[in-house]
């Protein structure tokens, strides 16, 4: 029996390095694959950091919202 992605919010707005990418990856250390966590951040370099970490950890991304300023991006967990 399959079950519904649990997508879980990750507010690092204010946030700055190493903190975002941290943070990320420990709120996806608690996920299942297929989960999704959308993180929030205005920290311009995690927009490069964050999508190369996760990358290597078999997950996808892709910026959701971006006002020049804030960003989403949704991760969906991969095999680990």
Request: hydrophobic letters at 30%; charged letters at 30%.
């Amino acid at each position: 029996m399959s079950r519904d992605p649990i997508v879980e919010q990750l507010d690092v707005r204010g946030n700055v390095c190493p903190g975002p990418t941290g943070d990320t990856l420990q709120a996806l250390k608690k996920l299942g694959v297929g989960d999704r966590l959308v993180v929030i951040s205005d920290y311009l370099p995690a927009r490069q950091t964050i999508p190369r970490l996760v990358e290597e950890r078999g997950c996808t991304w892709r910026i959701t919202d971006d006002d020049g300023t804030t960003f989403h991006m949704e991760i969906v967990k991969g095999e680990d």
